[in-house]
C-alpha cells in the first residue's frame, strides 16, 4: 500500500491552493476526485454562470437604453452560448490535470472513503497518509417531495441542449435568482417559489428592490407556497394549485461528506459540514478540512475556499500557527441588475448591540446610474459612530465593482473622511464613493 504525505480529499479552489504549498514545500500529494477534476465553480457553478450573466447584462443595458436613442433588438442564442461555455467547461479538467501532472502529483478518479485515522479506499484500491486535507465542497440538497429527483439542479443546467418554454424555480437563495433572471432573459417563463424570506443575508430593502424589479420583468414570484409532489412534468404545490414544466431545484447545498465515513478516522461532523478549529484541523488531529465542506464561520464563496485551502496547508506543514483571519466578505448576486454586499446588515448590526448610522442613496439621479438609465441603483451604507464603514449594500449595474471598494474600506479600517479626499477617476462609479458615506 502506497503511502504519501498528504491525500487532498476533492480538487477545487480549495484542494488547488493546498496542493500548490504542499507541492512548494516538497510534498508528496495525491488528489482524490469522485466527479471530474477541477471543481465546481470553473464547470458547473460561479464561472460559466457568469458567462450567461455578461449577456443578459448586455441585453438589459440596450432595453434600458432605448428611450436615450438605442435603436433595434437583440436576442440571446443558447445554443451558441452553450457552445462557447462547452469549450470552457470541458477544457478544465484536461488543464487541471495536467499541471498537477508536471508537479508530481498522483490523481485518483473514483468515490474515496476511510476505513481508519490515516487510510483511504477509492474503487477498492486502499492508498494511506501521515496527513488528509478535505475539501470535497458541496452537493445540491435533495428536493424531499414525492417524485422530487425528477427536478433538475443547477448542476444540470449548463447541459441543457434547449431551454423548456416554462420552469419552476424552488429557492430563494443566489442560484434561484441568478438562474431566475438568466432563464427568463433567454425567454423562458420562470415560476419562483419562496417559502418565506428571500436572500436572507442581504439587507432587505436592497432585496425589496430587486424582488420588484424580478417581477417587472415578467418572473411569477409566488411566496408562501412550497412543492409538494412532481409528477413528470407536473409540479402540485401546497395550495394544491398545480404547474407544468421542468422543475429546478435551488432548495440550497449541503456538504459533501455522506459517503467518507468519517467516522471511521474519528473525524465530527454536523448538517454544516466537517468541525474544525479556527486552524482548520478536525477533531482527527493529522486532518485538515477547508472550502465549503468546513462548518467554518465563512461563507461558501470561491475566495473563501481557496484561501482556507491555503492556510489549512500552512498549518498542515508548520503546526497550527494560522488562524484564518476574520473579515467580511463582499459578495454579489449576479441578477440584472445584481445586487451586491460587504460587512453588517442592519439587522446584524443591531444585534450586536451597535450604535450607527444608516445613509441611504437613492442613485438613479446620479450621472453614473442616469446614463444608462439604471432606474434601479440605490445604496445603503452604515456608518460607525467614529465614522467607519460598518456594512454596504448596492444594488445597480455598477454593483459587483463598486462592493470590491467598500471591501478594502472596511478591511482597511479607512474612515469615511479619508475616503472623503481619495481621488478617483472621473465619471466612474468609484468617483461617486465620497457621496455615498
Not at 24 to 45: H, M, S, Y
Not at 116 to 140: R, Y
Amino acid at each position: 500500500m502506497k503511502r504519501y504525505d498528504v491525500i487532498i480529499l476533492g480538487s477545487g479552489s480549495a484542494a488547488s491552493q493546498a496542493a500548490n504549498v504542499l507541492c512548494d514545500a516538497g510534498k508528496q500529494v495525491a488528489i482524490v476526485e469522485n466527479w471530474t477534476f477541477g471543481g465546481t465553480c470553473p464547470q458547473r457553478g460561479c464561472d460559466p454562470k457568469k458567462m450567461l450573466a455578461e449577456g443578459v447584462e448586455l441585453l438589459t443595458r440596450v432595453n434600458q437604453m432605448k428611450s436615450l436613442g438605442v435603436k433595434g433588438d437583440i436576442t440571446l442564442d443558447w445554443s451558441m452560448f452553450k457552445r462557447r461555455l462547452d469549450e470552457y467547461r470541458f477544457a478544465v479538467p484536461t488543464t487541471k490535470t495536467h499541471n498537477w501532472k508536471e508537479r508530481g502529483i498522483d490523481l485518483f478518479e473514483g468515490e474515496p472513503h476511510f476505513v481508519d485515522e490515516d487510510s483511504i479506499v477509492i474503487e477498492g484500491h486502499e492508498v494511506s497518509a501521515h496527513q488528509f486535507i478535505i475539501a470535497t465542497g458541496l452537493i445540491p440538497r435533495p428536493l424531499d417531495i414525492p417524485g422530487g429527483d425528477g427536478a433538475i439542479t443547477s448542476d444540470d443546467i449548463f447541459d441543457l441542449e434547449t431551454l423548456p418554454e416554462a420552469i419552476t424555480i424552488v429557492g430563494a437563495g443566489y442560484i434561484a435568482f441568478e438562474f431566475a433572471h438568466i432563464l427568463r432573459r433567454f425567454g423562458s417563463r420562470v415560476t419562483l417559489l419562496i417559502r418565506s424570506r428571500a436572500l436572507k443575508a442581504f439587507d432587505r430593502k436592497i432585496v425589496k428592490r430587486l424582488v420588484d424589479e424580478t417581477i417587472h420583468i415578467g418572473i411569477d414570484v409566488r411566496y408562501g407556497v412550497e412543492p409538494a409532489r412532481l409528477d413528470g412534468n407536473v409540479l402540485t404545490l401546497s395550495d394544491d394549485s398545480t404547474l407544468e414544466g421542468v422543475v429546478l431545484n435551488a432548495s440550497g447545498r449541503i456538504p459533501s461528506i455522506e459517503r467518507l465515513r468519517l467516522d471511521a478516522a474519528g473525524i465530527d461532523s454536523d448538517k454544516d459540514g466537517i468541525r474544525v478549529n479556527e486552524y482548520l484541523q478536525t477533531t482527527n488531529p493529522f486532518v485538515y478540512a477547508a472550502g465549503d465542506v468546513s462548518a467554518s464561520d465563512n461563507p461558501p464563496l470561491t475566495p473563501f475556499a481557496g484561501q482556507e485551502g491555503r492556510i489549512a496547508a500552512l498549518n498542515l506543514l508548520r503546526g497550527n500557527t494560522r488562524p484564518f483571519p476574520e473579515r467580511p466578505a463582499p459578495t454579489v448576486v449576479f441578477t440584472s441588475p445584481p445586487i451586491a454586499k460587504v460587512g453588517l446588515t442592519i439587522d446584524e448590526a443591531k444585534a450586536k448591540g451597535l450604535d450607527f448610522e444608516c445613509k441611504d442613496n437613492d442613485l438613479s439621479h446620479f450621472l453614473t446610474y442616469e446614463r444608462i438609465n439604471d432606474q434601479t441603483a440605490f445604496s445603503r451604507v452604515l456608518l460607525s459612530h467614529d465614522g467607519h464603514v460598518l456594512g454596504a449594500h448596492l444594488i445597480g449595474q455598477h454593483a459587483p465593482e463598486l462592493i470590491n471598494l467598500f471591501s478594502f474600506i472596511i478591511q482597511n479600517n479607512i474612515s469615511h473622511q479619508h475616503v472623503k479626499h481619495l481621488q478617483f477617476a472621473y465619471p466612474t462609479s468609484a468617483s461617486d464613493l465620497s457621496y455615498l458615506i
